[in-house]
């Protein structure tokens, strides 16, 4: 067959960009906003930890969405209720709405979410191999990466110093305009390929038998699993230790309100995913495993939250910051690859909501407990914290390990056909 597949890719990369310059334009400045808003640490990243709830509620249901009425379907879905509640975000902070609807609010945008993970990159997979795409996944992940960090890095840098010449309120609503724009572009670009959902299901059938399938694709798939229980220890504090960068970073610089700041930070993690998609391959040729890479990673990212929690400096903080999203970078693809080789095509949009369900579900707990810590002691004290839990994720890499996957090796293709099977344990 021949390879058809740059148009495919053409779409991914460009809905990436849309996606990442639109969630961007706010990430810099978030907490602030929060802050702002009228919440304090503890508050703020409750209300943080609402949005990773609603993930974790809403990642098998919306999982099944893309399952059984199709990846384009689930991500226009997701767009629109990105948008709507983007807009609701700034009208309580517009009017200083009390702390249970952040809670509400915070629930509406995780659920926006929930609708794209899992099914982007689902689509993307089964839509390469019905094109016959002849490459690795790493290459198309790194690209992406690339892609996904150049847009970072414009809308961090611009929602900072939007924020600075204007209010903090002005980038949610250049966010919601985005929005607007990528789900026109996705409803006239992406169409499901390599793909047939099945909609003689009803609802709850259809939960059941794609839930059943994604438990013998992902949790009895024991290299899987190991991976996937060691995402809520590296997600949980890989959110808070993003978010709390801000108000950290402008404690360390003496100044409350510069929010530019804020922002080049946000760009400077994008400048480093950018570097790190770009060396993903030569990376791959380091290792003979990609689980020893991932264990690498994790050792280091340890190492690094300790050098934030004492840090002292905005400098060196900036320093580690950067090393810390390149050493992330760097190694997400090989993740992404390992386990999307080892996932059937019936039910990879379900599996990897798993995935991402799994990452959430620490988020919700790590962020509300790592922010009473900074209230209490300061953020140091919480990076501090953070590095020790992030600890936890190590010995489940091990066991990954040890399991000998098929896409483990490097010089393994990851990529898997419609018609596979999971392997059962």
């Given amino acids: 067959m021949p390879d ?26 978030n907490t602030l906003f929060l802050l702002d808003a009228g919440l304090d640490n503890t508050q703020a990243f409750a209300a943080n930890a609402a949005f990773t709830l609603g993930m974790v509620l809403f990642e098998i249901p919306t999982g099944v969405v893309a399952d059984t009425r199709g990846r384009r379907f689930s991500f226009l879905l997701g767009t629109v209720t990105l948008l709507a509640s983007t807009l609701l975000y700034w009208w309580m902070w517009f009017v200083r709405a009390p702390f249970l609807g952040w809670v509400l609010a915070s629930l509406l945008i995780g659920l926006g979410f929930t609708f794209f993970s899992g099914a982007t990159e689902a689509w993307l997979v089964d839509a390469l191999a019905d094109a016959g795409h002849s490459g690795d996944l790493e290459a198309v992940f790194g690209r992406a990466q690339v892609a996904s960090g150049a847009a970072l890095l414009v809308g961090s840098l611009a929602g900072g110093l939007i924020a600075q010449v204007s209010d903090l309120g002005v980038p949610y609503l250049i966010r919601s305009g985005l929005l607007a724009v990528t789900a026109v572009v996705a409803a ?16 709850g059938e259809a939960i059941r038998a794609v839930l059943a399938g994604s438990i013998d694709g992902g949790l009895r798939n024991r290299p899987v699993r190991w991976l996937m229980l060691a995402a809520p220890f590296t997600a949980g504090t890989g959110i808070y230790v993003f978010y709390a960068l801000q108000p950290y970073l402008l404690e360390l610089a003496g100044d409350p309100h510069a929010y530019a700041i804020a922002g080049a930070a946000a760009a400077l993690t994008a400048g480093a995913q950018i570097v790190g998609g770009l060396l993903v391959g030569r990376v791959r040729r380091l290792f003979r495993r990609r689980t020893d890479a991932l264990l690498l990673g ?34 997400a693809p090989l993740r992404q690859s390992f386990v999307n080789g080892l996932v059937p095509s019936a039910q990879r949009a379900t599996v990897l909501s798993f995935d991402s369900l799994m990452g959430s579900s620490g988020g919700v707990v790590a962020q509300p407990a790592l922010g009473r810590v900074a209230d209490v ?21 091990w066991l990954a390990r040890r399991e000998h996957a098929a896409s483990d090796p490097t010089g393994s293709d990851p990529r898997i056909r419609p018609d596979d099977k999971p392997p059962r344990r």
Avoid: E, N
């Fill in 298 to 331: 994790g050792l280091l990212g340890v190492a690094l939250l300790v050098g934030l929690a004492v840090a002292g400096s905005l400098w060196v903080a900036l320093a580690l910051v950067a090393v810390w999203s390149l050493v992330a970078a760097a190694t």
């Fill in 377 to 397: 002691s300061g953020y140091a004290a919480s990076y501090l914290v953070a590095s020790g839990v992030l600890a936890l994720s190590l010995p489940f890499t």
């Fill in 4 to 29: 058809t597949s740059t148009p495919v890719q053409r779409t991914y990369l460009t809905l990436t960009v849309l996606t990442t310059l639109a969630a961007s334009s706010i990430w810099g400045v």
């Fill in 188 to 203: 006239a670009a992406m169409r499901d390929r390599g793909f047939t959902p099945d909609r003689s299901l009803r609802p």
